[in-house]
């Protein structure tokens, strides 16, 4: 396949959204709610089959809107009563207590049944929502909101074949980045209007509101108030301290099933929080203005996908901590010196730093995750900005291409760990 260039525009749109909840189960919602919406009658049942990394990541997941249900199931009945694909990521957004009530009846009813393919690696959610007489399905692929099929009985609705990839022959932003060089992708920097800066600066306030949620007494865990309390002034505190506790808060209130939305980044909502608070802190740390601060923020999220597009959507190593860091690492050496080459070289020194960090699967423990990947690509900034750049070395290349390919490799190998993983759900349930 030629390599052919989205506009900036796409690329926003599919990269950079808002999120309600773990797009994980999120995404088994949408194919639930897309199904539902077609079916003839009265909903009664639901059958959906995962692949293994949706599957592993919304296993133990708090839920938006139920009071601290967590788990796939709990999000296929919530849409099955209530959910609107029209929201996209953000499809459980009207649910709250009643639909939660009348989720855990379906439950207790066996209506809601879950299984996963371990042969099916990445995105992949279906979904059949029958009753006695119809039922209707919903397949997505590839990209969390992307529906590739949608039925009613036996019919085919083609209007519904891609909500992603549009018009034949276009591709995905997804696509385009994975074909294109580093100097090919930041060169979007130069693409950007008002209405772009605009959004990036939106997410920010997103973020942040939901990082100030986590520093609330009994959300989550408490890893982002553990890390602020540790100072005596917090607002004075060293910045990568502050810049983990935030991103750490953030994810705590996420993972708990606050609900709240957050600004996305490469189909992740803990990527979003990794890949935006630690450039927006810095940004405002050195009282840059919002124009270059969605600058650097764009940069992270270009940056984010472009390590994401080589590694996978979904795979065994976390990338909130070591795709997103490095895209925020890119972001904050950018903003520091102005120099590509310098956000480059930050990328790769949080590429050979975490690339083994094991997703085991989306929890409240991804809070610790996100911290780490934060803290580490604000020191990954310092250390490009004064010029370090790694000789070759373990899966450091010659360029940063033959790195993130070589990261691509060792993210690709790990299909034992995954099915261990898979096999410690299972004897658990």
Not at 114 to 133: C, L, P, Q, Y
Not at 303 to 325: D, E, H, I, N, W
Not at 342 to 358: P, Q, R, T, Y
């Amino acid at each position: 396949m030629g390599c052919r260039k989205v506009s900036l525009k796409q690329f926003l749109k599919e990269e950079v959204k808002p999120a309600l909840g773990c797009t994980e189960p999120v995404a088994v919602a949408l194919a639930v709610a897309r199904a539902r919406e077609v079916l003839e009658g009265r909903p009664e049942r639901v059958e959906v089959v995962l692949s293994s990394n949706i599957f592993k990541n919304g296993a133990t997941v708090g839920i938006p809107g139920t009071g601290g249900l967590k788990g796939n199931e709990v999000a296929a009945a919530l849409a099955l009563v209530s959910g609107k694909s029209e929201y996209g990521l953000e499809v459980l957004k009207d649910c709250g207590p009643e639909e939660a009530e009348a989720a855990m009846k379906l439950l207790q009813a066996g209506a809601v049944q879950i299984s996963v393919d371990r042969k099916i690696a990445g995105v992949f959610v279906h979904a059949r929502v029958m009753n006695d007489t119809h039922s209707a399905s919903c397949t997505i692929e590839k990209n969390h909101s992307n529906i590739t099929e949608v039925r009613c009985d036996d019919t085919i609705i083609s209007e519904f074949s891609s909500v992603l990839t549009g018009a034949s022959g276009s591709i995905s932003a997804a696509e385009a980045i994975a074909c294109m060089t580093w100097e090919e992708v930041m060169g979007y920097l130069e693409d950007t209007d008002k209405d772009d800066l605009a959004f990036l600066l939106d997410g920010v306030k997103m973020n942040r509101a939901i990082a100030k949620k986590g520093f609330e007494a009994g959300v989550g865990i408490g890893a982002g108030r553990m890390v602020r309390d540790m100072s005596p002034d917090f607002e004075k505190a060293e910045l990568g301290s502050r810049i983990r506790a935030w991103s750490s808060a953030a994810s705590d209130a996420r993972m708990s099933g606050i609900p709240m939305p957050v600004m996305s980044s490469a189909g992740s909502g803990n990527h979003g929080i990794t890949a935006i608070l630690p450039v927006a802190l810095f940004a405002e740390e050195q009282g840059m203005g919002e124009e270059k601060t969605a600058k650097g923020l764009l940069v992270s999220h270009l940056a984010t996908a472009y390590v994401k597009s080589r590694t996978g959507r979904l795979s065994s190593t976390c990338g909130c901590a070591f795709a997103a860091g490095a895209g925020a690492a890119a972001g904050i050496a950018w903003l520091m010196s102005g120099d590509f080459d310098k956000a480059k070289s930050a990328v790769e020194i949080v590429v050979s730093n975490l690339i083994g960090m094991l997703c085991d699967g989306a929890k409240e423990t991804c809070s610790f995750k996100v911290g780490t990947g934060s803290q580490e690509a604000y020191q990954a900034a310092l250390l490009a900005d004064r010029g370090v750049r790694l000789d070759v070395q373990g899966v450091v290349g010659k360029t940063i291409e033959e790195t993130i390919e070589n990261a691509a490799r060792v993210a690709s190998s790990m299909g034992a760990i995954e099915q261990t993983l898979l096999d410690i759900i299972d004897e658990r349930k």
